[in-house]
């Protein structure tokens, strides 16, 4: 790939959204098993436990029968795969990188992270979305159990560019400024909107303040929107740009919902400091729900019939400092179970209005209050002293 690529749209494809990790894990392992040349496997949470003891099996597997295996696991997401695990692996014959490994010299760099969730088993299947390998995400023993989760499972044209992406983060990875690649990603115009043909899809990405392809067609689509704008994410804190689009959206009449993560949620500070942000949207016609049952960590939006999937939040930290990627299509078939999957997420959640939200408690606002105003102050903080 080179550098500073937009992908082109490919036809030909094919989509199956899979709910949950007791639905998409073992369909990932069973294709790793079959694997007969190459397995690439890109994650950002990796911890020990019984989802990374059966993944290490067919991983290990693969590579005792001659499959060539490369994982690229992030150092920070990483820290609780232990050195046994990561040497059972290695002395199988899997090659293993750790991105960007925490170092106290690098300062605020340790802040690049590799955030991509990319599974890819030789040219026949590959899966990308938003989960790890942790137990949160699928427990062999408790398979109803777990986060709230989906992958894509995508065949076709496809995969090429998902290939490229990986193997340009693999190369980049053992460079001395790998955050900043010494041929620095460019800017690049989006690709136009094709004629919509079933099987379409695009690799979307970003690259660590280099490169937001992922966040402009995100803001082309919303800005295009005729009928809805649906989007799901556990870590609400977007870009101004963002928050624009989606007023905007709301003001000329779109049906523009938010799924939300409620108190169900790994990091209750993330979820206080973006509620700042509900009364401007609820106002101009924004509706919120807070998914109830479990924790909500799905990135997911349906703009009329273009669909996004994968990795990124679309929130301000994601965008300064994470490697992201998504794949966006024009699939009939997977905007149909995409938006099942809406409305099932919007069944089961607690519309916040605006009644509701001046009815909150005094416990809530100052949280919000204090986690907002630390959100806006680290922020200002690091931009001031970026590279």
Not at 88 to 93: E, I, K, P, R, V
Not at 100 to 126: A, C, M, S, Y
Request: aromatic share 12%; net charge positive.
């Amino acid at each position: 790939m080179r550098d500073g690529a937009v992908f082109p749209w490919r036809g030909g494809n094919r989509f199956a959204l899979l709910i949950d990790g007791a639905c998409f894990f073992p369909r990932m392992l069973e294709a790793i098993a079959q694997a007969r040349e190459q397995v690439e496997l890109e994650l950002y949470l990796v911890e020990d436990g019984r989802c990374v003891q059966a993944l290490s099996e067919v991983l290990i597997g693969a590579a005792q029968r001659g499959v060539r295996v490369r994982c690229l696991f992030d150092a920070f997401g990483g820290l609780k795969l232990s050195n046994a695990s990561r040497i059972a692996l290695q002395t199988a014959g899997v090659e293993l990188l750790l991105y960007n490994p925490l170092r106290w010299r690098r300062g605020v760099r340790n802040l690049f992270r590799d955030h991509r969730k990319i599974l890819l088993v030789d040219d026949e299947v590959g899966y990308v979305g938003g989960t790890g390998a942790t137990d949160e995400f699928w427990d062999p023993d408790q398979p109803e159990q777990g986060w709230h989760e989906v992958m894509v499972e995508m065949r076709g044209p496809l995969l090429d560019d998902w290939r490229a992406l990986f193997d340009y983060q693999w190369k980049r990875c053992g460079e001395r400024r790998f955050w900043w690649p010494r041929e620095p990603l460019m800017p690049a115009r989006l690709p136009a909107a094709p004629p919509r043909e079933e099987g379409l899809g695009r690799v979307a990405y970003a690259a660590a303040r280099q490169h937001r392809d992922i966040l402009r067609a995100l803001l082309r689509s919303v800005g295009q929107a005729k009928k809805q704008v649906w989007l799901a994410t556990p870590y609400f804190l977007p870009t101004r740009k963002v928050r624009r689009a989606l007023i905007k959206a709301a003001l000329r009449g779109v049906d523009v919902k938010l799924l939300l993560t409620s108190r169900n949620t790994d990091h209750p500070p993330v979820r206080y400091a973006g509620q700042r942000y509900y009364p401007r949207l609820l106002r101009a016609g924004v509706r919120i729900f807070e998914y109830q049952p479990r924790f909500l960590h799905l990135k997911m939006v349906q703009v009329d019939d273009w669909v996004s999937i994968g990795s990124c939040n679309f929130d301000h930290w994601n965008l300064r400092w994470n490697l992201e990627a998504n794949l966006e299509a024009y699939d009939p078939s997977l905007s149909a179970a995409v938006a099942d999957c809406f409305v099932e997420g919007f069944e089961n959640s607690l519309e916040i209005t605006l009644e509701s939200w001046h009815a909150r408690p005094l416990r809530t606002r100052v949280f919000q209050r204090v986690w907002g105003w630390m959100d806006r102050l680290v922020i200002n903080l690091i931009d001031q002293r970026r590279d």
